[in-house]
């Protein structure tokens, strides 16, 4: 296969990208991301202060716009992100009340969730909750200090309920390590929700990789003791800092780690040209800023071709 999206398709994966709504109108950028993928993230366009600034009043323009797009070419759709402590608006915080925060809460998903019913592939309910570094604990979010651990829990349920037909992921970075502390907290919270019956279908494993933030060694044996648990998992947010062949490698290993386990179910990286990722400064992604290939566009699509 020629494209990322058709060889991944050979083993029923995804091969998505995250898209900014703001960049639709840019004939490079539609060319590539039609041509190539398969499926979208919406990068920043679902999260919370984007569709309900206020509280009641939700604006999904410039997520429908990417919706729309993606729908018009067949292209899966992942939902990012309901609960989070980032891009969250002031006014969620300001909450006098644990039950304003709850319901709050259940009703962003129910608006966001059921705006979209039907038309999202696999959803991230909760956002980076866990802290890094040793610990293992909860991140000290409004959600956390107002509600305490119990609210993923909620947070799955009502999604459950809001659109029974979406995969409900809990995604975070820093869990790719086996070893990681914030790693075995969320494999611990995982565990206890499959043996409780709480509703999760997914974990996604964010992976923005760098110099102090290495792919793991153990990068396969983790996506193999998540999936081990009864849960897919999705490379959620991919990126690897570097150029050439260093930087093909490691994409490759990426690539590779995926295939070898049937429950890991499609890459999504975090977005199309360097120039666009999050990373003011670097070359994370798989196309260059004149949207060229780079050689580790073509350690993905080899891999995903397996050779
Ligand atoms: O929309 C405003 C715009 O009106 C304003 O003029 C401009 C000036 O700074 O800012 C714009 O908002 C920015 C937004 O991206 C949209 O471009 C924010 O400042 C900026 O902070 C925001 O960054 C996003 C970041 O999440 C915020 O936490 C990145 O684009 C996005 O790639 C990044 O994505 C996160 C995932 O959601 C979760 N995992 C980590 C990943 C990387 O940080």
Redesign the pocket.
Known sequence: ASTLGEAAAQTGRYFGA?VAANHLGESQYVTVLDREFTSVTP??EMKWDATEPSRGSFNFGNADRIVNHAQSRGMKIRG??LVWH??LPGWVSGLPSANDVRSAMNNHINQVMGHYRGKIHSWDVV??AFEDGGSGARRQSVFQQRLGDGYIEEAFRTARAADPNAKLCYND?NIDDANAAKTRAVYNMVRDFKARGVPIDCVGL?S?FNAQSPVPSNYQQNIEQFAALGVDVQIT?LDIEGSGSAQADNYRRVVQACLAVSRCTGITV?GIPDHYS?RASGTPLLFDSNYNKKPAYNAVLAALNGS
Do not use: D, G, P
């Open positions: 995250a990068e920043n990012h992100t980032s891009q956002n980076e970075y964010q923005h947010e975090w999050w």
